[in-house]
Structure formats: structure tokens, C-alpha cells
């Protein structure tokens, strides 16, 4: 990654305090997609790599063809998600393990807490001098497109003296995107601000409201719905001798509660309701060579079941099944497809169907971005639908989404996504040259 000098302006000039002054582009969420854009953004600019090898060919030989040209100013031609295998967790230019490695330790079994990854988030802000780019305590309350009519006459005055933007609004259409929200100050008040940019991208992430099962006893203090929890629990004593961990879910967060329960050899009861060899479940769509530990719990799941013992210790899997009840006394009740009922004593259970964001800041939650305008944003089943070259949303132009909302469910194709935002910002600057 080489520094460059005409990405500096993006994100470092000053704002008035009334906001009217438009930045080129806000970024609305600071989890690895945002923060992978802010460092694009920030005067990073990648390169490729000399006598470096990416493991797909022809996207080899089109990085080949202008090795001296910034990467953001070629058009990768639909490859943009595949640039970076890399450390599945990493960010460009300080790799996950080899932070891991500064704290003193390895990666166990190529696990990482949540934590682990937090803190690591954490620290590549920190590394890479990007704490001015991010508003830390804001709550974004509201996005939407305004015209020049709607506009105070300060503020139009503001737009047009705008000079030192890297862009220039269009003569003929002075419309913005208006971000209102509020900072939460030091004494706990709210503090309301709004400001206008030229671009705003979404990048919160899905995993604002976890799916509930909707039964009963799930509210229960021995129910989660998030992995964090085992990892606590873990903490806290739970292991071999405990009782097992109801594991609910057939996707990779309950895959990933799977492995670290593996690791630390707590026992597991793993339930969910589609058929192991059904085409939609997620592990059999993944290749085997890059997902080696994902095709481990598939196969967990088909030689270890109730109905026949696999060489798996700790760990029992109920295809087809789905959970009644929890009580109290912490027994959970599970059903078959034929109706028949089963009881368990359960430590904890950890429910991992999934999640969906909230985007109650947009205009009608952002359903009409979607690319099923009747449907609410699902990041699995209902995505928003974006340019696949620029990650642009075909329905607002100047808003982009990234990560779980566009589809992207791995932080693995998160760099391709910023890299695609930051290629389509750049061009535009490039269209009105300062």
C-alpha cells in the first residue's frame, strides 16, 4: 500500500458547525467494511504486489498487465471480490495473524474470539492514523436526498462556495444527501447534528436484531443469540464436565460456535431444520479446499447424529429438527419432522439463525433499495441491490452499500467491496478535477 497524496482531501477538511458544508462522502458504521474504506480513502492507495501471486489466474494476469497503475484506477471487470484471499479476518496491510503474534500468542486451531477480532479492528484504526475519520458515540438517525429548494439560503450559499471539495456539484442538480443524528456526550446527553455529503455508504453491518426462534421460554437468561456468549461462558467455568450447549442454526456464526465449543471440549447438541445433504445449506455451496473447517462441522453433522454415533466426541446433531420450548430447570424440548418430542438438560443454548440490520434511518427501512422492494433487507435472502462493479445502489445513485447489505457475508470480501466504493469515488472526483 503506497500513500497517496489526492486522497488526502476526501475526509480531512474542516466542517462547519452548522453542517451545511457538504463532505464528499460519509460513512455510516465502523465495523471492517468501514474501516476498510476509510483507510482506501485516507491516502492508501494498493498497488500490486511485485512477484506477488493471487491464486486466481486470470485476475493474475490482469494485475500483470499495469503493474506501475494504481489498482484503483484499473477496471478489475466483475473479479473485485476476489483480490484478497489473504487471512480470512485481516484488513489490507497488517495482517490478522501477525498481530496476534505482537499480543504473544497464536491463533488456537486458526480460531479467533470475538474479542480477538475487536480488539484488532481497534488497533488497525489506531495503526493506521484513522481515528480522525471516525465519530465514535453517534447515532445516525435519518438519511435522505434533498434538493437545492429544500435548502436554507445559508446553506445553499455554503454548498456553492464549497470550493475546496474534490468535487463539484452539478450546476443543473444541487441535491444532497441530509444525515441527521445526534452524539452522545461525556454526561450522557444527545446532542443533535446534521450534515449534507455528496455520497453517503452504508456499512452497519446485519447484526443489529438476531433472529428469535419465537417460543416459549427463549427469553430466558440461559438463552443467547449471540457467539459472544459461549465465549463468556467459557470464562465462567462452562466446559467437559458441564451440561451440553443447545446449539441452534445451520449457518457459519453456529459453525463457528460448533469449532470453539470443539476446541474447548464442551459438549454440544446441535439442532436445525434442514436436511444435512439439502442444496441450500450453506456448507454445501463452499469449496472444500478454501473451507476446510466449515466442511469439518458439515461433516460433524452427518456422521454424528442422535440416530447414528460418528467418531465425534462432545457433539450430537439433530437434522431436521427444531426446538419447542426451554424451561426453567433449563430443559429444552426438540422436535422431528414426524412430531416426535425429545428432552435435554442444557448448561445454555445458543440460538444462531441469523440476524437482520436495522436501517430505520432510511426511508421505508430501506426496503426499496432492496432488491425485493416488498421485502425487508435480508443480507442472505434479499441483499440491497448494488452495481456489482461500484457496489453503487441502482435505486439512489450516490449511495453505495457494503458488507452484509450487499450480499457479502464474509469479511474475506470486504476489501474487494471498499475497493470497488473507492474506485467509483475516485472517478467521480476525476470528472470535476478541482
Not at 64 to 77: F, Y
Request: proline content about 7%; charged content about 20%.
Amino acid at each position: 500500500m503506497l500513500p497517496d497524496r489526492k486522497m488526502y482531501g476526501l475526509l480531512n477538511r474542516p466542517q462547519s458547525k452548522s453542517g451545511f458544508k457538504p463532505l464528499p462522502v460519509v460513512i455510516i458504521g465502523n465495523g471492517p467494511s468501514g474501516i476498510c474504506l476509510s483507510y482506501l480513502l485516507s491516502g492508501y492507495v494498493p498497488y500490486l504486489k511485485r512477484h506477488s501471486i493471487h491464486p486466481h489466474p486470470i485476475l493474475q494476469r490482469k494485475l500483470e498487465e499495469a503493474p506501475d497503475i494504481s489498482i484503483l484506477d484499473q477496471s478489475i471487470e466483475g473479479s473485485m471480490i476476489t483480490l484478497s484471499r489473504g487471512d480470512w479476518m485481516g484488513l489490507p496491510d497488517l495482517p490478522f495473524k501477525d498481530w496476534l503474534k505482537q499480543k504473544r500468542r497464536g491463533l488456537r486451531n486458526n480460531r479467533a474470539t470475538a474479542e480477538d477480532i475487536a480488539q484488532y479492528y481497534q488497533h488497525y484504526v489506531m495503526k493506521k492514523g484513522l481515528q480522525k475519520n471516525f465519530s465514535c458515540d453517534t447515532v445516525v438517525t435519518s438519511v435522505k436526498k434533498v434538493s437545492a429548494e429544500s435548502i436554507s439560503n445559508h446553506a445553499q450559499k455554503d454548498l456553492q462556495e464549497s470550493s475546496d471539495s474534490l468535487w463539484t456539484l452539478n450546476e443543473k442538480s444541487t441535491e444532497v444527501f441530509q444525515v441527521d443524528g445526534f452524539f452522545k456526550t461525556v454526561k450522557g446527553d444527545e446532542e443533535p447534528f446534521s450534515i449534507y455529503a455528496e455520497n453517503v455508504v452504508l456499512a452497519t453491518g446485519t447484526y443489529d436484531g438476531p433472529t428469535w426462534l419465537g417460543v416459549k421460554g427463549e427469553n430466558l437468561s440461559y438463552v443467547h443469540h449471540q457467539l459472544s456468549a459461549l465465549e463468556e461462558a467459557v470464562k465462567n467455568n462452562i466446559g467437559i464436565m458441564s451440561d451440553p450447549v443447545l446449539i441452534v442454526g445451520a449457518g457459519l456464526t453456529a459453525a463457528d460456535a460448533i469449532l470453539f465449543a470443539h476446541h474447548c471440549n464442551i459438549p454440544v447438541i446441535h439442532v436445525f431444520r434442514r436436511r444435512v445433504s439439502d442444496p441450500g445449506l450453506i456448507f454445501n455451496q463452499l469449496p472444500k479446499m478454501m473451507y476446510p473447517e466449515y466442511h469439518k462441522v458439515h461433516q460433524m453433522m452427518k456422521e454424528q447424529s442422535a440416530a447414528c454415533a460418528g467418531p465425534y466426541e462432545c457433539y450430537i446433531s439433530f437434522p431436521e429438527h427444531h426446538v419447542l420450548s426451554f424451561g426453567k430447570d433449563k430443559k429444552c424440548i426438540i422436535q422431528d419432522k414426524n412430531g416426535y418430542q425429545k428432552a435435554y438438560k442444557i448448561s445454555m443454548a445458543l440460538v444462531l439463525t441469523g440476524s437482520n440490520p436495522n436501517l430505520s434511518f432510511l426511508p421505508n427501512n430501506g426496503m426499496d433499495l432492496a432488491m425485493d422492494s416488498d421485502q425487508p433487507v435480508n443480507p442472505k435472502r434479499n441483499p440491497i441491490d448494488v452495481d456489482p462493479f461500484t457496489y453503487e445502489c441502482t435505486q439512489e445513485k450516490g449511495l453505495y452499500a457494503l458488507g452484509p447489505l450487499a450480499g457479502d457475508n464474509f469479511v474475506r470480501f470486504v476489501q474487494g467491496g471498499a475497493l470497488a466504493v473507492a474506485s467509483s469515488l475516485l472517478k467521480k472526483a476525476n470528472k470535476n478535477p478541482p
